[in-house]
């Protein structure tokens, strides 16, 4: 078990959304826009990192029989910090991921991981493990909400990119747009996956 | 037993120290949470009533106690001062009544010798086509620069033309702008010397 392994598992081989298939209420829900999936998936990132880093540090003093109310507490505990700092300094994003905010509590991947992998490992390779299944979760959010905003409003980052006369397709930036994005995209991993 | 024991104190302990760290968190961030709320929320209605400034308005708000509410608690109020070259030349801030179909707020401006700047609907829950007409701007309109005498619907002498249909509402909105005026002259002198 190396450190780089633990990392680069969660950009690719076990990327959350796709290869997962975790966490996918708030990929379906904000990816609306690539600046939207980039926020919840930074968000999301501090989240699974701070409580990665608790549960491994107390993963001795905890007791087996309240491990998971002791975890749903720590990383309910940095989702309400994330949710105040936003409110602070970054309201207009607040605005936007709004409820989706505070149901990184519920989200599989950050429960999962303080479960299946902080909980027996050392803090180092927890920080390994958060960062790279965050980040991973990050870029997976962003490309989605990148191919929904190019296509639905024919922007990418808030700026017009496609030509003047592109008819954008309202569709894509709504829920049904996101199922049919998200199917193409796991359809696609798969191809690839399996060529190997 | 001893189990037991030992699952309170863990528990008890973790929850302690979460609820201690969100407590500091939340008193932290009172402050710019409070700024980005009213920056978001209400600085567009804010705009709206204030022109010529070159601060900002929310950041120089001054919050002052005003009278008491029916169970006997302080009323607390925002007002967003608008200063031209360091001096206050209007104040912003809101006041409501009840229209028709509940509270309609209202943000006022007024001018520093005691006129109206400018009047802006915030929020209404008036009949739409009728008493939701108070929102357009020939309505609004019509408070620019009058004096506490003359804000009065035109049918009493004053010199606002109500909205056809929607005499409630209409009436709503000049007392609420009339509550704000008679306010101003008692918190005047504070908000400006700040």
């Known amino acids: ?196 | 037993m001893r189990d037991i024991i030992r699952m309170v104190i863990v528990l008890t302990i973790i929850c302690g120290a979460s609820g201690l760290t969100l407590s500091t968190v939340k008193q932290v961030t009172e402050e710019p949470r409070e700024y980005s709320y009213l920056k978001f929320v209400k600085e567009p209605s804010i705009k709206a009533v204030l022109s010529g400034y070159d601060n900002d308005p929310v950041m120089d708000r001054v919050t002052l106690t005003v009278g008491k509410d029916d169970k006997g608690q302080p009323i607390q109020k925002q007002f967003f001062p608008a200063k031209s070259g360091g001096k206050v030349t209007t104040i912003a801030f809101d006041s409501s009544a009840i229209g028709y179909g509940g509270p309609i707020s209202v943000m006022v401006g007024v001018n520093i010798d005691g006129s109206l700047a400018a009047v802006s609907i915030m929020s209404h829950s008036e009949t739409p086509g009728l008493g939701a007409r108070s929102t357009e701007p020939w309505f609004t309109a019509q408070f620019k620069g009058l004096s506490l005498g003359a804000v009065g619907l035109s049918s009493k002498g004053g010199k606002v033309d109500a909205i056809s249909g929607a005499s409630i509402t209409s009436a709503a909105v000049v007392k609420a702008v009339r509550d704000a005026m008679e306010l101003f002259p008692k918190v005047k002198d504070e908000v400006t010397k700040s």
Request: with cysteine; aromatic share 12%; proline share 4%.
């Open chain 1, 1 to 196: 078990m190396s450190l780089a392994t633990e990392f680069t598992k969660g950009l690719w081989k076990e990327i959350p959304p796709f290869r997962l298939v975790l966490g996918l209420c708030p990929t379906l829900a904000v990816t609306t826009a690539a600046k939207n999936g980039i926020g919840m998936g930074l968000a999301t990132t501090f989240v699974l990192v701070c409580s990665n880093i608790l549960v491994s540090l107390l993963r001795k003093f905890i007791p087996s029989k309240v491990r998971i109310a002791s975890y749903i507490v720590i990383i309910a505990s940095f989702v309400v910090i994330v949710e105040l700092a936003m409110q602070a300094y970054f309201y207009s994003l607040y605005q936007i991921l709004g409820i989706f905010i505070p149901l990184i509590v519920v989200n599989c991947i950050v429960l999962g991981r303080a479960e299946a992998f902080a909980s027996k490992n050392s803090v180092v390779y927890s920080v390994a493990d958060g960062l790279g299944m965050g980040l991973g979760f990050t870029a997976s959010l962003t490309v989605l909400g990148s191919i929904r905003e190019l296509l639905g409003a024919g922007n990418l980052f808030g700026a017009h990119v496609l030509w003047s006369s592109f008819e954008p397709f309202t569709f894509m930036v709504k829920a049904p747009g996101a199922f049919v994005c998200l199917g193409f995209l796991l359809g696609f991993m798969n191809i690839i996956g399996t060529k190997k």
